[in-house]
């Protein structure tokens, strides 16, 4: 079995990681650490765009056979052929990357809310290390593997996987040793 690594990098407030670490653990049944050393990504930074390559920051990171890593940031990622991203992992790779930057309510004119915010962090979380386990996005709209293009999107879905995406998850992650 693997296990999950959180890494921050440009992470505020840190208090949310280890609600996020905890919340992993339950749903998904697999350890979950929090990587003390914050990544600095300002080498990713496009200047024209006033936004980080979630590409280049996760084809950066070293492959690790037994874990899978989860960055943790505030800045507001892209791709080239999108405009921004919420997170981002290759499929069956071992890196992903999430940003609260267009998850919380301020970004959209709306007041805070924590929880909320909390809510939206697990599911894309969950979502990006469904990647790394293989599995593409579902059709079930209300499976944590729907894609999702704005943050109604990812309210409306579970923080679950529905039952096929679970099977292909738990079959994934269980076919490795951790160490």
């Given amino acids: 079995m693997y296990k999950i690594v959180l890494t921050p990098c440009v992470f ?3 208090p949310l990681l280890p609600a996020l670490q905890t919340r992993l653990e339950e749903l998904l049944q697999i350890p979950v650490e929090i990587n003390k050393k914050m990544l600095d990504l300002e080498v990713f930074f496009d200047v024209q765009r006033g936004q980080y390559n979630a590409l280049q920051i996760i084809q950066s990171l070293p492959k690790k056979q037994t874990e899978k890593t989860i ?3 505030t800045v507001d990622l892209f791709i080239p052929i999108f405009t921004f991203v919420f997170g981002l992992a290759h499929l069956s790779g071992c890196c ?3 940003s609260t930057h267009r998850l919380v309510n301020r970004y959209y004119g709306l007041p805070d809310d924590p929880e909320l ?10 979502h990006e290390l469904g990647h790394l386990a293989g599995l593409k996005h579902c059709q079930q709209y209300d ?6 293009a704005t943050a109604d999107d990812i309210d409306i879905k ?5 039952p096929n995406c679970f099977n292909q ?5 269980a076919s490795k040793p951790i160490f």
Avoid: D, N, Y
């Avoid at 915010?117 to 979380?125: G, P």
């Avoid at 499976?143 to 999702?148: L, N, Y």
């Avoid at 998850?169 to 992650?173: E, N, V, Y």
């Fill in 117 to 126: 915010l909390s809510q939206r962090m697990v599911k894309e979380a969950v």
């Fill in 169 to 173: 998850f738990k079959q994934h992650f």
């Fill in 158 to 162: 579970s923080e679950v996987f529905c």
């Fill in 96 to 98: 992903g990357i999430i």
């Fill in 143 to 148: 499976c944590v593997m729907a894609s999702s």
């Fill in 71 to 73: 960055l943790c940031t």
């Fill in 12 to 14: 505020e407030p840190l």
